[in-house]
């Protein structure tokens, strides 16, 4: 079920290669031993395959080509089994490269869009191939013909592996490496097939990849897919224990795999834009931020005009998302009028509430949170902004042991609370908030450098009005 890649350093480069190897079984009997014995036949030939001379590598969007048990073999000439991991990089074009001819490494850049990313240097992308022909004299076909009744199955395994690799691995180093992950998988993926083989009937694996606190770092999960998260929990809890880790984190979800930050969200939102921000200096000071992922909601996305009334729409749709992409609910992000229709459900509001422009504030959060995902919130009442100040120690803790997203409402404003920096020797106190009243694109550096995310003193709040604070509770569950 599990490939673990925990060679540690200070910065790190990825080789990820990903490719499609075709398993075909002809089964001439339904008996299940003799099923079983065909299908692990098949999976050994196919890692005498990426253990043969046949087994190629290339490297994505460049020229280079590497033949992992031919001698390290690679083109162009340059590049021999003792060329450093990291000068690859320099063969990778970018579009704008390509279109001037010239080869240069890919810029790095300075802000990461993932909690575990900022210690990557870069990724390298390996594509995974087979020679189709062999050198040297070939025997002449032969043609038979049998008749007979057997079944045919055929499927392609989507191979992906991944090792991280430090300043000092050779090329030489990473293909025993990945030759070896690519073998162990396949191993993982045989496994997984036979265990949930019915009848003729077989699940395609689907190998998944998970960042875990060091130093464990990167671990590959195969799961068959099409089996919902649900029905894994027995793999997961084998997991959590194998890797002693506690109980109370969904690590291994499927919402949880580790998302590379050279790929694109296909939604558009921006992830995490506060992991670009840089930390205030308080004395004695602490920093307790959210914990995991989370997305920007804000006016006017999702071709909804809900700019003047909708702040707290948008702040508990980010805290929404914290919970389905930490895998604690597989339900979507909700809409406004989902989220009016749930204040409906529980006679909290009346039906002519749904398709209204009415505000919301952290009572009605509270009550959705409950109604759509099963979340249970505290609500931290403050009659007047200048006494949140006083309360550094509950918002520390709650982000040191809960770690969701808070939404605060107070007059006819709404902001979501990412963190807090705070000193209990002085009482200094900073507040990273995440403003859901950003009506432009998105554009992290806009939304940093113009403080639509970014640190606020205690001045930010209106000293007179009252605020309620709704802080969600983390639910303990693998």
Same mark, same amino acid.
């Given at each position: 079920?599990?490939?673990?890649?925990?060679?540690?350093?200070?910065?790190?480069?990825?080789?990820?290669?990903?490719?499609?190897?075709?398993?075909?079984?002809?089964?001439?009997?339904?008996?299940?031993?003799?099923?079983?014995?065909?299908?692990?036949?098949?999976?050994?030939?196919?890692?005498?395959?990426?253990?043969?001379?046949?087994?190629?590598?290339?490297?994505?969007?460049?020229?280079?080509?590497?033949?992992?048990?031919?001698?390290?073999?690679?083109?162009?000439?340059?590049?021999?089994?003792?060329?450093?991991?990291?000068?690859?990089?320099?063969?990778? +074009?970018?579009?704008?490269?390509?279109?001037?001819?010239?080869?240069?490494?890919?810029?790095?850049?300075?802000?990461?869009?993932?909690?575990?990313?900022?210690?990557?240097?870069?990724?390298?992308?390996?594509?995974?191939?087979?020679?189709?022909?062999?050198?040297?004299?070939?025997?002449?076909?032969?043609?038979?013909?049998?008749?007979?009744?057997?079944?045919?199955?055929?499927?392609?395994?989507?191979?992906?592996?991944?090792?991280?690799?430090?300043?000092?691995?050779?090329?030489?180093?990473?293909?025993?490496?990945?030759?070896?992950?690519?073998?162990?998988?396949?191993?993982?993926?045989?496994?997984?097939?036979?265990?949930?083989?019915?009848?003729?009937?077989?699940?395609?694996?689907?190998?998944?990849?998970?960042?875990?606190?060091?130093?464990?770092?990167?671990?590959?999960?195969?799961?068959?897919?099409?089996?919902?998260?649900?029905?894994?929990?027995?793999?997961?809890?084998?997991?959590?224990?194998?890797?002693?880790?506690?109980?109370?984190?969904?690590?291994?979800?499927?919402?949880?795999?580790?998302?590379?930050?050279?790929?694109?969200?296909?939604?558009?939102?921006?992830? !995490?834009?506060?992991?670009?921000?840089?930390?205030?200096?308080?004395?004695?000071?602490?920093?307790?931020?959210? +914990?995991?992922?989370?997305?920007?909601?804000?006016?006017?996305?999702?071709?909804?005009?809900?700019?003047?009334?909708?702040?707290?729409?948008?702040?508990?749709?980010?805290?929404?998302?914290?919970?389905?992409?930490?895998?604690?609910?597989?339900?979507?992000?909700?809409?406004?009028?989902?989220?009016? $229709?749930?204040?409906?459900?529980?006679?909290?509001? +009346?039906?002519?509430?749904?398709?209204?422009?009415?505000?919301?504030?952290?009572?009605?959060?509270?009550?959705?949170? !409950?109604?759509?995902?099963?979340?249970?919130?505290?609500?931290?009442?403050?009659?007047?902004?200048?006494?949140?100040?006083?309360?550094?120690?509950?918002?520390? !803790?709650?982000?040191?042991?809960?770690?969701?997203?808070?939404?605060?409402?107070?007059?006819?404003?709404?902001?979501?609370?990412?963190?807090?920096?705070?000193?209990?020797?002085?009482?200094?106190?900073?507040?990273?908030?995440?403003?859901?009243?950003?009506?432009?694109?998105?554009?992290? $550096?806009?939304?940093?450098?113009?403080?639509?995310?970014?640190?606020?003193?205690?001045?930010?709040?209106? +000293?007179?009005?009252?605020? !309620?604070?709704?802080?969600?509770?983390?639910?303990?569950?693998?």
């Amino acid at each position: 079920m599990v490939v673990s890649d925990s060679q540690c350093s200070d910065t790190w480069t990825i080789l990820r290669v990903r490719g499609p190897l075709e398993l075909k079984c002809q089964l001439d009997s339904t008996d299940v031993p003799l099923m079983h014995k065909v299908i692990s036949r098949t999976f050994g030939t196919l890692q005498s395959l990426v253990k043969s001379e046949a087994c190629v590598l290339t490297v994505c969007d460049s020229p280079v080509i590497i033949w992992p048990n031919r001698g390290v073999h690679a083109t162009p000439d340059e590049i021999t089994p003792n060329t450093l991991c990291e000068d690859l990089q320099q063969w990778i +074009q970018t579009d704008e490269q390509e279109s001037t001819g010239k080869r240069s490494a890919r810029k790095k850049s300075k802000k990461s869009s993932s909690v575990f990313t900022f210690v990557i240097q870069s990724i390298i992308n390996l594509r995974l191939m087979m020679e189709a022909t062999t050198t040297g004299p070939l025997p002449p076909p032969i043609l038979t013909r049998t008749i007979k009744k057997s079944h045919f199955f055929s499927t392609t395994l989507p191979m992906d592996c991944v090792i991280r690799t430090n300043c000092n691995d050779t090329i030489k180093d990473a293909c025993e490496r990945l030759v070896e992950a690519l073998s162990h998988q396949l191993c993982e993926m045989e496994k997984v097939i036979l265990q949930h083989m019915k009848g003729m009937t077989l699940l395609v694996p689907e190998p998944l990849h998970f960042l875990l606190p060091e130093p464990k770092g990167l671990v590959t999960v195969v799961y068959p897919a099409g089996v919902p998260d649900s029905q894994l929990e027995t793999q997961r809890r084998d997991l959590h224990q194998r890797f002693e880790l506690l109980d109370d984190w969904p690590y291994f979800r499927r919402a949880n795999a580790y998302h590379f930050p050279n790929e694109p969200y296909r939604d558009g939102y921006l992830r !995490n834009p506060h992991l670009v921000l840089t930390h205030p200096t308080l004395d004695n000071g602490k920093v307790y931020l959210v +914990q995991g992922i989370y997305s920007y909601h804000h006016y006017m996305q999702d071709h909804m005009d809900d700019n003047g009334w909708g702040c707290a729409y948008r702040s508990l749709q980010t805290i929404c998302s914290w919970f389905e992409q930490q895998g604690y609910t597989e339900r979507h992000v909700p809409t406004h009028k989902e989220i009016q $229709q749930a204040l409906v459900d529980v006679g909290d509001k +009346q039906k002519s509430f749904v398709g209204s422009r009415q505000w919301i504030g952290s009572i009605e959060v509270q009550a959705v949170l !409950n109604q759509l995902l099963e979340v249970t919130s505290k609500i931290m009442f403050v009659s007047q902004g200048s006494e949140l100040a006083s309360k550094g120690r509950e918002l520390a !803790n709650h982000f040191l042991t809960e770690g969701t997203p808070v939404m605060i409402g107070g007059g006819v404003l709404a902001h979501t609370i990412l963190g807090v920096a705070w000193s209990e020797t002085t009482g200094q106190i900073r507040y990273l908030i995440l403003d859901p009243h950003y009506t432009g694109a998105e554009d992290l $550096q806009v939304i940093t450098d113009k403080g639509w995310c970014g640190w606020k003193g205690p001045d930010f709040w209106d +000293q007179t009005a009252y605020y !309620n604070l709704c802080l969600p509770q983390r639910p303990k569950t693998i």
